[in-house]
């Protein structure tokens, strides 16, 4: 028996800009090591398997792997598993409105012209950050820590910290170091001209199961967190799209929506890039 799959291109701009994903539709007879070694496998930034939901009200359960961990949730990983769902036939029972149950809880989804966008979860852990964690983000950064205008944590889930310079070139400008012993979760975010077109250019920068820093092309849970963190803080006052991934020779391109009571919605397109099956799964486990 096979097992479907399929590759997405998500928050991008055009053919292969954005944020790739591999999601599996099935393996519920899967244990937790075999999905992992399936998400070292692909060697995606994340892998997602669509399960049958298990609690009351959602469409579908979503399991989200990196490829050393599980995470409860992620925001690529949660547009491009409602793509493929809704691609493979699925539908709301609320219309247009998608719940998806992920370690999170329920995360809604929200469809809007050829975008898909998911309501920003709460923050597990919010606040500014210490001077001995301004001082460690800088040397991660190798950048002057005066450079640093604000930094304060961002944490849905995979545990960031947003750092604010000064500008978008002040972002794009930052090289990292190679190797950091421990983890870092860091997302960078500068503000365009006034009047451009993108308000803001992301970066995000963690470290892998060897130490190695990593850059993401698109990242969703932070652009989630950093949404929240810029509305509370009264930096932006209404909706915006950013940039992410210029580094990378990528253009992903995220819009955020806030709505009357000023939740943010996290938006972007998703794209099928290629479909296949993965033999034999379950004689795996």
């Known amino acids: ?39 070292r496998w692909f060697n995606l930034s ?8 298990s609690v009351a009200g959602a469409d579908y359960h979503a399991r989200i792997f990196t490829l050393d961990r599980e995470l409860p949730f992620a925001g690529h990983p949660t547009l491009g598993a409602a793509h493929a769902w809704l691609a493979a036939g699925g539908r709301p029972a ?3 409105r998608i719940v998806q149950q992920c370690g999170a809880g329920q995360i ?53 910290i947003a750092v604010l310079l000064d500008s978008a070139e002040a972002v794009l400008a930052v090289e990292p170091v190679r190797h950091w012993d421990g983890r870092l ?8 001209p006034a009047g451009a077109p993108i308000a803001w250019e992301i970066r ?28 509370e803080s009264g930096r932006a006052t209404s909706g915006y799209v950013a940039a992410q991934g210029t580094k990378l020779a990528r253009r992903g391109r995220i819009a955020v929506d806030y709505d009357a009571e000023g939740q943010a919605w996290i938006g972007g397109r998703s794209m099928t890039i290629a479909e296949g099956s993965l033999p034999g799964l379950s004689a795996l486990a």
């Open 46 to 53: 994340e892998t997602v398997f669509l399960l049958p939901p």
């Open 204 to 231: 995000t920068l963690f470290t892998d199961a060897f130490g190695g820093i990593i850059e993401d092309p698109v990242t969703g849970s932070f652009n989630a967190s950093a949404a929240q963190w810029l509305y």
């Open 108 to 160: 809604p989804i929200r469809r809007d012209g050829d975008r898909l966008a998911f309501a920003a979860p709460p923050l597990l852990r919010s606040g500014p950050v210490d001077a001995a964690t301004r001082a460690t983000l800088a040397k991660a950064l190798r950048i002057d820590p005066a450079a640093i205008v604000d930094a304060a944590w961002a944490d849905n889930g995979p545990g960031w």
């Open 185 to 192: 979760e860091i997302g960078l975010i500068g503000a365009h």
């Open 1 to 39: 028996m096979t097992t479907p799959f399929t590759l997405v291109d998500v928050f991008h701009d055009g053919p292969f800009t954005g944020n790739p994903l591999a999601v599996v539709r099935g393996g519920g007879d899967l244990d937790t090591a075999t999905m992992q070694a399936i998400t």
């Open 94 to 96: 609320a219309g247009d």
